[in-house]
């Protein structure tokens, strides 16, 4: 019996990765069997439609700039976007397309990398995250603080740093151990964020030293922000033996009058803190 090559659509179909072939204008030719399961869609009720029409949202302009870039002889061979499957969800998609002008057809192969961006989300939230109270740490609060006084410098506006240093908390491990201690500090990190708004930003430094960042905000605001965290923090907090009282000393910063550089504005605040704390 002579050997008979199958269909190539059918070898397309056991690639363990998803094939898409469009038309100039953009419109679905073929899809392979991957490809359908990856987004629930069947070629026969999505052949003719725009691709684009199942590309997320948020990507579909950065993907259409692509495809005209490959049209064109350039873009990347290799880019990441998102499309939707058939219930909703979004499928991330590692992408290599290859325009093929003399038969007027686009083709992409697309890895499912829904593990890997799940990954790299988690370093990314790791790096800037502290592990224990799921607040800011010194590294996000440093970009966040250049960030704020570029466009204060760009507007002529105001940058306030409140650096807390919590009293009392001593006490806390003395009655309690270590675990008391780590769950008065995620408490008192999310009565810092209780009443300030979605652009500010708090950070914890390490041990029981916070710092908010107050984007727009005067040394005059600042004060009276300060006081009202005061009074959220002095609410007693509940320990094993009974209820515990804390207080905090805060110095603040606030740019321009007390530097302009994020450094500054960091060590300005941390001694104004230590100031009042040998005060009290």
């Not at 880019?79 to 979004?90: E, I, M, V, W």
């Not at 686009?106 to 989300?121: P, Q, T």
């Not at 905000?217 to 922000?225: E, Q």
Request: charged fraction near 25%; charge should be negative; hydrophobic fraction near 40%.
């Amino acid at each position: 019996m002579p050997t008979s090559l199958p269909p190539l659509s059918e070898v397309l179909d056991l690639l363990p990765d998803a094939v898409c072939i469009v038309d100039e204008s953009g419109r679905i030719q073929f899809v392979n069997a991957t490809f359908e399961r990856l987004l629930g869609h069947r070629l026969a009720a999505i052949k003719g439609h725009p691709l684009f029409d199942y590309v997320h949202p948020e990507d579909r302009e950065a993907t259409a700039h692509q495809a005209r870039a490959l049209m064109a002889g350039g873009g990347q061979r290799h880019f990441r976007n998102r499309y939707l499957h058939r219930d909703g969800q979004a499928v991330d998609l590692l992408w290599s397309a290859h325009w093929l002008p003399d038969r007027g057809v686009r083709i992409g192969v697309a890895r499912e990398i829904g593990d890997m961006r799940r990954a790299e989300r988690e370093l990314e939230y790791r790096a800037n995250h502290d592990p224990l109270t799921g607040l800011a740490n010194r590294h996000r609060l440093q970009q966040a603080l250049e960030d704020a006084l570029q466009q204060a410098q760009a507007r002529d506006g105001h940058v306030s740093l409140l650096f807390l240093d919590l009293d009392g908390f001593k006490d806390v491990n003395d009655r309690g151990g270590h675990e008391a201690g780590d769950r008065i500090l995620c408490e008192v990190g999310r009565r810092l964020q209780t009443g300030l708004r979605q652009i500010d930003l708090v950070a914890r430094m390490g041990g029981d030293e916070f710092v908010v960042l107050l984007p727009g905000c005067s040394a005059a605001d600042a004060t009276a922000v300060a006081a009202q965290l005061r009074g959220h923090l002095r609410a007693p907090c509940a320990l094993d033996d009974g209820p515990l009282q804390l207080d905090a000393s805060i110095g603040i910063a606030s740019y321009p009058g007390d530097g302009a550089t994020a450094e500054a504005l960091v060590t300005r605040a941390d001694a104004a803190m230590y100031a009042l704390k040998r005060r009290r």
